[in-house]
């Protein structure tokens, strides 16, 4: 089975464009995630969908960034306008919740630039 | 302080040797624990997860798991230069099972 699904894997834009990231989970699952991956911050969870409904956007930094699920196999997380502090490799994950707890997977990444 | 919190690395190990890299979190209410391997400019993979108290063992790795003290540690024996990389240590916490706090990683290097 393919895993999950990121693109673009690189995006280099300039500042104030804006930036759509793209992800398709493994089917089947009915959990999504969105992180940022930065060497100062190390991993952080930006937002999570269950069954394509927004549970936790906590950690979505501020009102230029958004994410959809119009449905169980397509999300995007958008940026507009994009600043150079938003550059780092933002990660998807997905997983099939159950009672207890889940296993995240995760796909490719994607490499953001921003100058 | 952080809620999970690991040493940055990098842990130089010579191959064959036992690697020990170990996580501690804040939260008493954190129900379940995972490691996962990150290899230069690829995604995090997971290796393991453990819930309970104790020792799970899996091939060449082993979690341990210490409630009390509120610290998760992943052993690897006969290290391998192949298992040189960042391991994250995630955490779900309490009432938040889908809700993953991942520690900023500890590199290791496996060295000949």
């Known amino acids: 089975d393919a895993g999950v699904i990121q693109s673009p894997r690189h995006e280099v834009t300039e500042m104030g464009q804006e930036v759509t990231l793209r992800c398709k989970p493994i089917?089947?699952?009915?959990?999504l995630f969105w992180y940022r991956q930065t060497m100062m911050r190390g991993l952080e969870l930006l937002i999570y969908f269950n069954n394509n409904v927004p549970i936790d956007d906590s950690g979505m930094p501020e009102d230029r960034f958004s994410a959809k699920m119009p449905n169980a196999s397509f999300s995007t997380l958008k940026i507009q306008p994009s600043e150079p502090r938003d550059s780092a490799v933002y990660f998807c994950?997905?997983?099939?919740?159950?009672?207890?707890?889940?296993?995240?997977?995760f796909g490719p990444g994607t490499r953001l630039t921003v100058l | 302080q952080k809620e999970v919190e690991q040493n940055s690395g990098p842990l130089s190990v010579p191959e064959g040797a036992i690697a020990s890299l170990n996580c501690t979190y804040s939260d008493r209410g954190s129900q379940s624990f995972f490691w996962y391997r990150q290899y230069s400019g690829k995604s995090p993979e997971l290796i393991m997860f453990i819930y309970s108290n104790g020792d799970k063992e899996d091939g060449r790795f082993t979690a341990q798991l210490n409630k009390a003290s509120q610290y998760v540690s992943l052993l690897i024996r006969d290290s391998q230069p192949s298992d040189s990389a960042t391991y994250l240590c995630a955490v779900s916490l309490a009432g938040t099972a889908s809700k993953l706090t991942f520690g900023t990683g500890t590199r290791l290097q496996v060295t000949l």
């Open positions: 089917s089947g699952h009915n959990s």
């Open positions: 994950a997905s997983s099939l919740r159950r009672v207890g707890t889940d296993t995240q997977y």
